[in-house]
């Protein structure tokens, strides 16, 4: 039963990927990534991992792909012609992709990943809070200023561009 | 497997309880808005229908199920015809992590009285809301019309601004009841409902969550003297019905939340925890009604610097002090 969720809700998740990133219709696009982001969520769930599920689908789901949808609709974009990339455009995203599949076969068949304790992630809210912020509460200090430091220069941005526009700003 | 099976069954019985209770109260809120707003506009309202119009919902529907299902010239069909059911759905699964009374015991078992108590019930609303935007947002652009274009991106822009300050104002509360689990929250305001302890939190939450319900005065997605109906303008007959239903049901999770987090939900004197919790939530929809009558709707620049100039920092600043509080006094 569990393992047919699982193998069922995988095959969604990789189905929606793959029509997301191949759709010339760009809406279409984000919302197949929705189901995909969705499906994500179902499996954290299955695991037994009901806070990253939320997460993900407020974080992922929820707020990203609504601004993603945004863009989409205020630009109105044309559906792009058929392009062939160049092959120096191509070729290494290729072989990137080839070491990266090589990789992930070599790892499963090397440790097929059910003796590693996924304790973590099925911890509780509160559990989790107190061990990120136990042991790597500099990170998310870190982090934070990132965030901060990307929110001021969008700022930045922002404002630049409305004095040019107007010219008297 | 015998106790599963019983507990599957009280599950499905819940599940269905709870469904039809919402539905209902839905329809019928619809009578109540309606009556209530004319009694404020010096009207009569609906009077035709049975008496009191009593009868007005059951008429609505049969009339909106009977009604052509029109799909617009070069609208996206597929989209279309999901948006509905995206807002209708989502609003009213919300209402299963909001409890509705103390654990009952029949024939020697526990059953607490919550669809389901998840360790993050409050998460799971937020996922919930923030994933309502898409029905409006698809609604609106899968229509081909510019109204509905407008609507829909005004939308989506001002339920993802309100949900951050809704969001940080329940912080505070999650801080005080120490757990994100709903059930745990009620508990935590046993003889003493959060709004005695938190008042800014819940101004910040009242306003936040009129506006994710995109009611007056936040009804900029379907500002009639503009966008006509906004994201829904091209839709017809329990398509239309069923954006409706999303909104009642909106206003219902609303009061439910707010009785919830803030009002001490089922806990009250006297009175069964039910009848308390559908009195809290009578109120808060009478509320809304009534804000609905009073107030004009807000211009658009005002209503984005309602929620990130004022209504965010303030909740951050709530948390800033109920954290320093905490702090030196403890809760």
Sequence with gaps: MYGFFFYLISAVVIGATAIAITRRNLVHAVVYLIVSYFGTAML????????????????????????????????????????????????????????????????????PGTEISLSMLVASPRQFALYVFEHHWFLIEVISILLMVALIGALHLGKAKNRDADGHR | MLTWILGFIILIVKLAAVLLVVLFIAAYLVWLERKFLARLQIRYGPNRAGIFGLLQPVADIVKMITKEDTVPDGADKALFLIAPAVVATTAMLMFSVVPFGPDMTLLGH????????????????????????????????????????????????????????????????????????????????????????????????????????????????????????????????????????????HIMVFGGLLAV???????????????????????????????????????????????????????????????????????
């Excluded at chain 2, 339920?159 to 505070?172: A, D, T, V």
């Excluded at chain 2, 939530?281 to 658009?300: A, H």
């Design chain 1, 44 to 111: 954290f769930y299955l695991f037994g991992a009901p806070l990253l599920a939320a997460l993900e689908i407020i974080i992922y789901a929820g707020a990203i792909m609504v601004l993603f949808l945004f863009v989409i609709m205020m630009i109105e974009i044309d559906a792009p012609e058929e392009v062939m990339f160049s092959l120096g455009q191509w070729l290494p995203a290729a072989v990137f992709g080839l070491i990266y599949v090589v990789a992930a076969i070599a790892m499963i068949v090397e440790t």
């Design chain 2, 110 to 249: 526990r059953i607490p009285l919550v669809v389901t108590d998840l360790n993050i019930g409050l998460l799971f609303v937020f996922a919930l809301s923030s994933l309502g935007v898409y029905g409006v947002a698809l609604g609106g652009w899968a229509s081909n019309s510019k109204y509905a274009l407008l609507g829909g991106i005004r939308g989506a822009a001002q339920m993802i601004s309100y949900e951050l300050s809704m969001g940080l104002s329940l912080i505070p509360v999650v801080m005080m009841s120490r757990s994100l689990s709903v059930v745990d929250i009620v508990q935590a305001q046993q003889g003493h409902p959060f709004i005695f302890f938190q008042p800014l939190a819940f101004l910040i939450f009242v306003v936040s969550a009129m506006a994710e319900s995109k009611r007056i005065p936040f009804d900029l997605p379907e500002a009639e003297n503009e966008l006509v109906a906004g994201y829904h303008t091209e839709y017809s007959g329990m398509r239309f019905g069923l954006f409706f239903l999303g909104e009642y049901v």
């Design chain 2, 261 to 331: 987090l803030f009002l001490g939900g089922w806990h009250g004197p006297f009175l069964p925890p039910l009848l308390w919790l559908l009195i809290k939530i009578f109120l808060v929809s009478l509320f809304m009604i009534w804000v609905r009558g009073t107030l004009p709707r807000l211009r658009y620049d005002q209503l984005m610097t309602l929620g990130w100039k004022v209504l965010i920092p303030l909740a951050l600043i709530n948390i800033l002090v109920t954290g320093a509080v905490g702090l030196l006094v403890g809760f």
